[in-house]
């Protein structure tokens, strides 16, 4: 069974500071490769996602995020935070075949003080 | 606009009674989802819908019934057998798409609380 683990449960940062955040799958096969983040008291939007191509993929806010096949891996970074960016940030995955479901990790809550 | 909806946004509901939390979606997408949200747990599937008239158990289906009648539609039923049903739910919709189903759209909530 498929499974997301992150790594970190609570991220506190100061202003300008650069942010990684842990994002493991495990799946045998081909995946889709999702970041998305949950702003105090707003919905749950995309940041990014990974389908096929350059493992480097770059989403909004300037947030990017790296695919390591060979780690089963997909970190977030932002080389430089704001206060704005405090919100919950979720990695998720789903194998490459139709109809098949996300599976999110537990999510990380990242805090950032001005 | 096109988007999701989900009502109410709050909900309240004496133990043992069944309710029903709306998900609507005007963005024409094949597939319907609903996730249970707590905190430090991360998002876990209840049900899914890939077409009208059929959907799937997810991980966490025990206590909770779903229906596809309509393609934009796809109410969930907490049922009494649900043991802690007091949660913030999610749901999403998502097109499909050559190579797959794409990347998830998820409406604003429904956070219901059991007395």
């Known amino acids: 069974a498929q499974s997301v683990s992150q790594h970190n449960h609570h991220v506190i940062l100061s202003e300008a500071a650069s942010l990684e955040l842990g994002c493991n799958y495990s799946y045998g096969g081909t995946v889709n490769l999702f970041w998305y983040v949950q702003y105090p008291g707003q919905h749950l939007q995309l940041l990014l996602k990974?389908?096929?191509?350059?493992?480097l993929v770059k989403g909004i806010k300037g947030f990017e995020a790296e695919f390591i096949k060979s780690k089963f891996s997909f970190n977030l970074r932002k080389p430089s935070v704001q206060w704005s960016d405090t919100a919950e940030y979720f990695c998720?995955?789903?194998?490459?075949?139709?109809?098949?479901?996300?599976?999110f990790g537990k999510g990380t809550t990242l805090s950032v003080s001005s | 606009d096109g988007g999701i909806t989900q009502s109410p946004k709050y909900l309240f509901r004496k133990e043992g009674q069944n309710v029903t939390l709306s998900c609507e979606q005007n963005?024409?997408?094949?597939?319907m989802y609903w996730y249970r949200q707590d905190p430090g747990q991360g998002l876990r599937l209840i049900y899914y819908s890939q077409i009208v008239n059929d959907f799937q158990k997810g991980d966490i289906a025990e206590g909770y019934s779903v229906s596809r009648e309509k393609k934009e539609s796809f109410p969930l039923t907490v049922t009494s057998a649900q043991k802690n049903p007091t949660a913030f739910y999610l749901c999403?919709?998502?097109?499909?798409?050559?190579?797959?189903?794409?990347?998830?759209?998820f409406g604003p909530g429904t956070r219901l609380t059991v007395l």
């Open positions: 963005l024409n997408h094949d597939a």
């Open positions: 990974y389908f096929s191509g350059d493992p």
């Open positions: 999403a919709s998502s097109p499909r798409l050559a190579g797959g189903w794409n990347e998830q759209f």
């Open positions: 998720a995955v789903n194998a490459r075949q139709a109809g098949t479901a996300l599976i």
